[in-house]
């Protein structure tokens, strides 16, 4: 399938979820369409990009690991997202990988995800923290920081400082995941 081929699939993704496991178990069966899937989704203008990404979504929820081989492109690429139904799903993915990574048992993700990816993640969950977001991807930024902060020492004061400045300003669900996320800040 090519590019545009592929492309052209996506118009008929949309929320329901049987939809984005049939184009998941698409990827999934067939990795080599996931670099033209992540091209879409980093065509960050276009109105399919959130489609893409709901796709990478749901192939990375089903198996994290198939994401191993494109973690320099996601990680490189993903601070560029910035259409909200695409941002929520890309920030939905950092915290797969996080969740993986601090995970108590063995798994490939704590092998192939290198300092840089980390960084990357970091940042962008930050960015997400600290700019006009909408209330998902703060709060899987916010779980994506706490869950990275068990190795970089440096992110749980960050991360406390931004929930406690922004409290005031923000929704009742974020309100309540970032009383949850300071409870557990506090008690680590």
């Known amino acids: 399938m ?3 081929e592929l492309y052209n699939e996506l118009n ?4 329901s979820r049987e939809k984005r496991l049939y184009y998941a178990h698409l990827m999934h069966n067939n990795l080599d369409l996931v670099p033209k899937l992540l091209d879409i989704l980093f065509t960050v203008d ?3 990009s959130p489609r893409a990404a709901w796709v990478f979504e749901f192939m990375c929820n089903e198996d994290i690991d198939t994401i191993i081989p494109f973690l320099d492109h996601f ?4 601070h560029k997202v910035h259409l909200d139904s695409a941002v929520r799903p ?4 950092c915290e797969f990988l996080a969740k993986a990574y601090t995970s108590k048992f063995d798994n490939k993700i704590k092998v192939f995800l290198t300092e840089t990816h980390k960084e990357r993640i970091i ?3 930050f960015d997400y923290m600290i700019n006009d977001e909408k209330v998902a ?4 930024g916010m779980s994506t920081l706490f869950l990275l902060g068990k190795q970089y020492d440096w992110i749980y004061p960050e991360l406390a400082r931004i929930l406690e400045d922004d409290f005031s300003k923000q929704s009742a669900a974020f309100k309540a995941r970032a009383r949850h996320i300071l409870k557990k800040i506090k008690t680590h």
Do not use: G, L
Not at 75 to 78: A, I, K, L, S, V
Not at 137 to 140: F, G, I, L, S, T
């Open 12 to 15: 008929y993704v949309n929320h």
């Open 123 to 125: 940042e962008t969950c």
């Open 137 to 140: 991807p703060k709060a899987y």
């Open 2 to 4: 090519t590019k545009e």
């Open 46 to 48: 276009d109105k399919i």
């Open 75 to 78: 990680t490189e690429n993903m």
């Open 90 to 93: 890309v920030a939905k993915i």
